[in-house]
């Protein structure tokens, strides 16, 4: 019976150095404290997350799964595993909400097919903080990820947003490695047209966090430095 089985909670992270609960709800504090099973993208940090909600907890208590580019994908059903022996397992963000932006969708598909209960936490997502600050279309916006590395790829993938964006009056966002986001910058003043917006949203949640719509030819003149600041980056054309 899957009522018999332990649920499988998507716990959200900060976005950055700031103390867990001034931006996470005491539920998450609570879900931390009963789970001892995590899925994680860095043991670590995730450790030290688990520490600063729960300093009492004990360390050697914990189960820890590792998800990142070097598990192997046939492993992942076993991540699920305790689940199946009535326990509850936490799939960690490292930043951010779980699955979005972050690994562990294929985690969140295969309990899904085994009829384990998923259970999202409410937590700071900086996809969705970006477009509810930056003045754009929040009825229809898409997430694009990374753009292409090589500059010229990367600046025809801005000019096909950029028109998609006008044809299907849909605001556009993405990210990039956080040391090349001023090459970014760059790139999408030499690329897009003047009166094209462009929403910068850096350092969210944190004490130096900087959010900034105005337009390219604005951009132009006003610039900022975003070297190694994490910055999700919207455009819209009208």
């Not at 964006?165 to 790139?187: A, C, G, M, V």
């Amino acid at each position: 019976m899957t009522s018999q089985f332990g649920k499988l909670y998507l716990i959200p992270t900060t976005l950055g150095d700031t103390a867990p609960l001034e931006v996470l709800p005491i539920s998450v504090k609570k879900i931390i404290e009963q789970v001892d099973v995590y899925i994680v993208e860095n043991e670590k940090s995730a450790r030290r997350f688990i520490k600063q909600i729960k300093p009492s907890k004990k360390q050697s208590s914990l189960q820890i799964f590792h998800l990142n580019k070097f598990t192997d994908i046939t492993d992942l059903p076993s991540f699920l595993e305790p689940c199946l022996q009535g326990k509850n397992v936490g799939l960690l963000s490292e930043a951010g909400c779980p699955a979005v932006a972050d690994p562990g969708a294929d985690i969140v598909k295969i309990a899904h097919q085994k009829n384990i209960k998923v259970v999202p936490m409410v937590g700071p997502s900086s996809i969705i903080m970006a477009q509810m600050s930056s003045g754009m279309n929040g009825q229809s916006f898409a997430f694009n990820g990374y753009l292409p590395i090589d500059k010229d790829e990367r600046k025809k993938e801005l000019r096909r947003l950029e028109q998609f964006s006008f044809s299907h009056k849909q605001s556009q966002s993405f990210i990039e490695t956080p040391y090349r986001n001023n090459k970014l910058l760059e790139d999408i003043c030499s690329a897009l047209n003047d009166f094209t917006l462009v929403c910068v949203a850096c350092d969210i949640t944190l004490p130096t966090e900087y959010i900034k719509t105005q337009s390219v030819k604005e951009w132009k003149k006003n610039s900022v430095d975003l070297h190694k600041r994490p910055t999700l980056f919207i455009i819209q054309k009208d």
